[in-house]
């Protein structure tokens, strides 16, 4: 059963939490904003309530996670967004990155690859109020019919950089995507600069689930 209860407890989390996040380094007072905002206990089972304020990953089933809020800001961070952007979003998830991107007023174009799990974040990120553009299918070839998009975020390890995804930015756009190995991976960020210039920069080393998909792991 669906708890949706916000209490003086739970916001003196977020509050705590999001001090911390300043404490390792994220500075965007627009997304510390909407991590204080975003409920994000809602996200999670009512049993495991207690550890939905921690900084860490958590399974949610189908082999997927709920990202560390660290990562969640220091991606959003890296995209370097701006309200009215269109976002294309690989791996949907449980929905809390993608309900960041939308509070932070981007259109964000949402991709996930397990079928239950869309099926299941569709209903309650619309039943929360929050409306993204749903897509169930392959993430690593991106979403041609939607693009060029002005950033694409990606919340999986790929093996490589999709060329897919490289297509569907805009010139000018960013696309940040870790990529590694099935254990670890390195963030990037990509800005295409023109049709054939691209501009990468390497951050952090972080550790996602799989990309699945034609581009991504088979």
Known sequence: MLQLEDTYR????????????????????????A???LPRHFFFDSALDSHAYEDKAFPIGEGQTISQPYTVAFQTELLQLKPGDKVLEIGTGSGYQGAILHLLGADVHS????????????????????????????????????APFDKILVTAGAPVVPNSLLK??????????????????????????SATKIVKEEFDNFA???????EGWK
């Open 208 to 214: 996602f689930v799989p990309l699945l998909g034609e």
């Open 168 to 193: 569907q930015l805009k010139i000018g756009g960013v696309l940040v995507i870790p990529v590694g190995d099935r254990v670890t991976q390195k963030m990037l960020r990509l800005t295409k600069k």
């Open 35 to 37: 991590i204080n905002t």
């Open 10 to 33: 739970h916001k003196g989390q977020r509050k705590a939490l999001v001090k911390l996040l300043k404490q390792k380094g994220i500075q965007d007072d627009a997304i510390l904003n």
């Open 111 to 146: 991709i996930e690859y397990q079928k239950k799990l869309f099926t299941h974040t569709k209903k309650f990120l619309t039943k929360l109020g929050i409306h993204l553009h749903f897509y169930f299918g392959d993430g690593s070839k991106g979403i041609v019919e939607q």
